[in-house]
């Protein structure tokens, strides 16, 4: 069974340049969650979805962060513009239900000059 | 609320050394408890997990079990070998929830 997939899976960009980010969950789940994961810390959540509808974005900066998942299945990050203290590692994560078990995506790393 | 605190690391051992990666967590209830593990590049694998007191998860040699009392979940591994080399993170799901709540990580190299 294929896991959760991330693209890319590196990005530089320049301060005020916009990025987007690209997930693909494990067949059949339909929780997916954004996560932040700066050097050195745990992953933070940025987002959760159930299905297609967003169900918690109280921790993504809506000034500058959207997301979306169109269809229920994959789903897209994006960040404009990109601040330099944005430069860390988006996770994308999947479960089958709310309270199941998450796996993680490999990962962006984003780096903003 | 809910939280996670682990040994700080780095921890540097060689190869076929005893390893403990000590997690104590405070959360209300009982949660289910997790060890993720982060290889260099990579995002994070679901390494074992524990859903109720005294279970043990293990896997690839690695154990922790689910002590209530003490509100740990230390891991564990016999023997390590340089290819364990990699950030753990322990990990709490509060009953219910889909909030997980990590520690901040511990680095372990293993030297040949």
């Known amino acids: 069974e294929a896991g959760v997939v991330q693209s890319p899976r590196y990005k530089i960009i320049e301060k005020k340049q916009p990025v987007a980010f690209w997930c693909n969950p494990i067949?059949?789940?339909?929780?997916l969650y954004w996560y932040l994961q700066n050097l050195g810390q745990g992953p933070e959540l940025l987002i959760r979805?159930?299905?297609?509808?967003?169900?918690?974005d109280s921790q993504l900066p809506k000034d500058r962060f959207s997301a979306e998942r169109l269809k229920g299945v994959d789903s897209t990050l994006k960040i404009q513009p990109a601040e330099l203290g944005d430069s860390a590692v988006y996770l994308c994560?999947?479960?089958?239900?709310?309270?199941?078990?998450?796996?993680f995506g490999p990962g962006t790393r984003l780096t903003v000059l | 609320g809910d939280s996670v605190t682990q040994m700080e690391g780095p921890v540097t051992l060689s190869e076929e050394a005893f390893l403990t990666i000590n997690c104590t967590y405070t959360?209300?209830?009982?949660?289910?408890l997790f060890w993720y593990v982060q290889y260099p590049g990579e995002g994070l694998q679901l390494l074992l997990k524990?859903?109720?007191?005294?279970d043990k998860g293990s896997n690839k040699g690695f154990e922790a079990t689910y002590r209530k009392e003490t509100t740990s979940f230390h891991l564990e591994k016999g023997s390590v070998q340089v290819s364990d080399s990699a950030v753990y993170f322990c990990?709490?799901?509060?009953?219910?929830?889909?909030?997980?709540?990590f520690g901040k990580g511990t680095k372990l190299s293993v030297i040949p």
């Open positions: 994560a999947s479960s089958l239900d709310l309270t199941g078990t998450q796996y």
């Open positions: 067949s059949g789940h339909n929780t």
């Open positions: 979805y159930e299905n297609e509808e967003a169900v918690d």
């Open positions: 959360a209300t209830g009982y949660p289910s």
């Open positions: 524990a859903t109720k007191a005294d």
């Open positions: 990990a709490s799901l509060k009953a219910g929830s889909y909030q997980l709540t």
